[in-house]
T-cell receptor, first 111, second 114 residues
Framework: NAGVTQTPKFRVLKTGQSMTLLCAQDMNHEYMYWYRQDPGMGLRLIHYSVGEGTTAKGEVPDGYNVSRLKKQNFLLGLESAAPSQTSVYFC??????????FGQGTRLTVV | GENVEQHPSTLSVQEGDSAVIKCTYSDSASNYFPWYKQELGKGPQLIIDIRSNVGEKKDQRIAVTLNKTAKHFSLHITETQPEDSAVYFCAASTWGGGADGLTFGKGTHLIIQP
């Protein structure tokens, strides 16, 4: 029972490079979320999806794009990475608005 | 939008004592209040949650209380143990309407002293 799986777990990018973070869940959840966690800031919502083919902006969406082509996958893209995007990224999923299950996180450093 | 304030940022207690973490929220429409525990290098994990139609909920050594009038809710951990050491986050959201996703507090680092 994998739950929520994020890949990669660690990544170092140079400023201006692009990358995609993958989140996969095997619980058949409708809702999926991407959060970023910075020291002293808690977790902040970047984008979310309420079902396959849908996406919506959260609190801090600038500089990120997302796609939900399949119900089990939620992709977070950085088109041109900036040092301010250095953070730990967490994906989560939930059955509608019930308990959110989180992945193990992706530690991204932009140099 | 919703704003969640969490205090204290760090809490150190002796093993066996109780720990209390407090949160306030701003949006009176919020009606779902979960608490998450995050251990080092891991993702947050739900430990207890409460909905606005309930004032208190218990699960073994942990309990959560909610005061909707004052817009605050608290996490209580009794008989603390070393494995309770972690970062705890409170959160709030609107059940059944409004913006999706949880609004989190900034976290409390709980340290259990042996």
């Amino acid at each position: 029972n994998a739950g929520v799986t994020q890949t990669p777990k660690f990544r170092v990018l140079k400023t201006g490079q692009s990358m995609t973070l993958l989140c996969a869940q095997d619980m058949n959840h409708e809702y999926m979320y991407w959060y970023r966690q910075d020291p002293g800031m808690g977790l902040r919502l970047i984008h979310y999806s309420v079902g396959e083919g849908t996406t919506a902006k959260g609190e801090v969406p600038d500089g990120y794009n997302v796609s939900r082509l399949k119900k089990q996958n939620f992709l977070l893209g950085l088109e041109s990475a900036a040092p301010s995007q250095t953070s730990v990224y967490f994906c989560a999923s939930s059955y509608r608005r019930t308990e959110a299950f989180f992945g193990q996180g992706t530690r991204l450093t932009v140099v | 939008g919703e704003n969640v304030e969490q205090h204290p940022s760090t809490l150190s207690v002796q093993e066996g004592d109780s720990a209390v973490i407090k949160c306030t929220y701003s949006d009176s429409a919020s009606n779902y209040f979960p608490w998450y525990k995050q251990e080092l290098g891991k993702g947050p994990q739900l430990i207890i949650d409460i909905r606005s139609n309930v004032g208190e909920k218990k699960d073994q050594r942990i309990a959560v209380t909610l005061n909707k009038t004052a817009k605050h809710f608290s996490l209580h951990i009794t008989e603390t143990q070393p494995e309770d050491s972690a970062v705890y986050f409170c959160a709030a959201s609107t059940w059944g309407g409004g913006a999706d996703g949880l609004t989190f507090g900034k976290g409390t680092h709980l340290i259990i002293q042996p």
